[in-house]
């Protein structure tokens, strides 16, 4: 029953991770949308 508890928390860690992961990456790419976006104005002023 541990055995089986604590292989569940395991699994839920590493899907945590991931998910946290693929959200950081999102998170980045509107940070670069963003920058690309501000260089744009800069360059049109």
């Known amino acids: 029953m541990i055995r089986a ?5 395991a699994l ?3 899907a945590a ?3 946290a992961k693929g959200a950081g990456k999102d998170i ?4 670069d ?3 690309n976006a501000a260089t ?3 360059q049109n002023i």
Do not use: H, N, R, Y
Request: net charge negative; proline share 0%.
């Open 5 to 9: 508890i604590l292989v569940g928390l």
């Open 12 to 14: 839920f860690s590493l």
């Open 17 to 19: 991770c991931e998910t």
């Open 28 to 31: 980045e790419k509107a940070g």
């Open 33 to 35: 949308a963003i920058q």
């Open 40 to 42: 744009d104005v800069q």
